[in-house]
C-alpha cells in the first residue's frame, strides 16, 4: 500500500462540511488518499480517469484493500491505469 499525497485545488469550507478538489497521479497499485483528520469522514469522491475505459475502485472511509478504516478520513483508491486523476470529495470535519 502506497499513500497518495494529492496536490489540492480549492477548499470550500461551509461550517462542517467542505468540497475539495485536486488531482493526484495515479499507479495500478492499492492508494490511500488522507482527506481529513481522523474525526472527520468522506462522505463523497467523485474522481475523473485519465483513460475512459478503465475506472479506478473507490472506497470511501477506507485503507489498503478496501478495508474499513475506523479512524475514518481516508479513501482507498486502486487506480487502473497511470495518468492524472481529478477529483472532488465532499468531507466532514476539519481540514
Do not use: W
Not at 17 to 39: K, R
Not at 58 to 73: E, H, I, K, M, S
Amino acid at each position: 500500500m502506497a499513500t497518495i499525497t494529492p496536490t489540492l485545488g480549492t477548499i470550500n469550507p461551509v461550517g462542517d462540511h467542505t468540497v475539495i478538489t485536486g488531482s493526484f497521479t495515479g499507479v495500478n497499485a492499492d492508494n490511500t488518499i488522507a482527506l481529513v483528520p481522523t474525526t472527520g469522514s468522506v462522505l463523497s469522491f467523485s474522481v475523473s480517469c485519465p483513460n475512459e475505459e478503465t475506472a479506478p475502485e473507490v472506497v470511501l472511509n477506507a485503507v489498503a484493500g478496501g478495508a474499513v478504516n475506523t479512524t475514518q478520513g481516508s479513501v482507498f483508491v486502486n487506480p487502473a491505469s497511470t495518468g492524472l486523476y481529478t477529483f472532488v470529495a465532499h468531507v466532514i470535519g476539519a481540514i
